[in-house]
């Protein structure tokens, strides 16, 4: 792979911005430093300079990516009358084809966002993490773990032994990770919260999973075991800094607590929380508390949409007007929240840039009538641009996006393939 320089370029690190210039080589950056960088010894090789903020891939922490189908089936209902529509939905449309080429729709809405990597929870991951290698884009495939048997026909037994065959065939693939990914405390039984944690373990992968999302699920927990989520979940060993915990509304300061002290993740979700009127998580007071906060899009049936940084905008605009102080929730820590916080739990030196992490990088045009003038460039990022700001994306060095194409795919193909379903699914609507 040809060697890039991107010279002389205003740079988002993962935690501030300088200006300098960064070196990528065969996937990885080689090397970043706060001067121009003297390229007489380039000879065979691109550079990149002029009007750009260079920032690292972003991390979606918590999606379900095929879920794109079901983008506007289920308006204007809570959690529980929300899965109930989704539910049959799901039974009725979920298979490996499905996965494979609505998954693949909603990554190409994700690279075209910036995004680089995503910790997916669903059914059929397998086929996920094949589209993720066409598309090329990193993908942690959390095959969802419930009571019951699965859309994808396997038992809760069957669906953790495929997890463990997922981790033993990803182990080194420069592409696709794997989790474990129980779905929630109200549908996945302590014993195969039990049996997923020691495969997270054994394997030093996340363990990803829904919590604390609705009031109506955190006042059954507690009527059933008698404590809050996070309190059995202390208990019974389960956290951890693998831990990501997506949503985290509805808490109580003891369980805040717990949270900090076991350095879990929180994938928090403004969108969805929203629409589906569960709350408003308590960021402001976790980031106090030195919680590591991710913000992540959810799947596109509650979103609608999976566009990372206008997600990031919104958890930090609904901080402020919810907590009535402009100070809390700043820009920086926004674009963190996107990059390098989602990055800690993943491990593999993600959504940062330095030398010897991989090159998965966005670079972000500065001069169009959106972004323009930038002053401050984190404010600039999060407040101002856009999708048509972004120039190119890369993954693992490659190129993957430029000016709005997907690189890797037959886009027209794709398009195809996806209103295929889209067509199934009207009818049954
Ligand atoms: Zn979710």
Request: net charge negative; glycine share 6%.
């Amino acid at each position: 792979m040809k060697k890039t320089i991107f010279k002389d370029l205003l740079i988002f690190d993962g935690s501030e911005f300088f200006k300098g210039t960064v070196v990528s080589e065969n996937g990885l950056v080689t090397s970043v430093s706060r001067n121009c960088h003297d390229s007489s010894d380039c000879d065979d090789c691109e550079v990149i300079s002029g009007n750009y903020i260079l920032t690292p891939g972003m991390i979606n922490l918590h999606t379900h990516i095929p879920m794109t189908l079901f983008k506007g089936v289920s308006e204007d209902l809570p959690l529980e009358k929300w899965l109930e529509r989704i539910f049959p939905l799901e039974a009725k449309f979920i298979s490996p084809e499905m996965v494979h080429i609505c998954g693949m729709w909603g990554m190409a809405e994700l690279l075209r966002s910036g995004v680089t990597s995503f910790a997916d929870m669903y059914f059929h991951e397998d086929f996920i993490g094949n589209a993720a290698k066409e598309i090329n884009i990193k993908a942690v495939l959390g095959e969802g773990v419930i009571n019951f048997p699965a859309p994808s026909g396997r038992s809760p037994e069957q669906t953790i032994e495929h997890t463990v065959e997922l981790a033993e065939k990803h182990r080194n693939d420069p592409l696709i990770s794997v989790a474990a990914a129980p779905h929630s405390p109200y549908l996945t039984d302590e014993l195969y919260l039990l049996k997923l944690k020691e495969i997270s373990d054994k394997y030093s992968i996340p363990f990803h999973i829904h919590m604390a999302e609705s009031q109506f699920e955190v006042t059954n927990y507690r009527n059933t075991h008698g404590k809050d989520e996070f309190e059995r979940f202390e208990e019974l060993g389960l956290l951890c800094d693998r831990f990501i915990g997506a949503h985290c509304v509805n808490l109580t300061d003891r369980e805040l607590e717990i949270m900090a002290r076991h350095k879990v993740t929180v994938a928090h979700c403004p969108s969805s929380n929203m629409k589906l009127g569960s709350g408003i998580a308590r960021v402001a007071e976790m980031l106090k508390m030195g919680i590591n906060v991710a913000v992540a899009t959810d799947g596109s049936a509650s979103n609608n949409n999976l566009n990372l940084l206008e997600e990031a905008e919104l958890a930090a605009k609904l901080q402020k007007v919810s907590k009535k102080d402009p100070t809390v929730f700043k820009s920086v820590e926004a674009l963190k929240s996107v990059t390098a916080n989602p990055g800690k739990p993943l491990g593999k030196d993600r959504g940062v840039i330095k030398a010897g992490a991989p090159a998965d990088l966005v670079l972000i045009k500065t001069d169009s009538y959106e972004i323009s003038p930038v002053y401050d460039p984190a404010s600039a990022l999060l407040y101002s641009s856009g999708h048509s700001d972004i120039k190119a994306v890369f993954v693992n060095g490659k190129k993957v996006v430029e000016n709005g194409r997907i690189l890797t795919i037959d886009e027209d193909n794709l398009r195809k393939e996806f209103s295929k379903f889209v067509e199934r699914v009207r009818k049954e609507i």
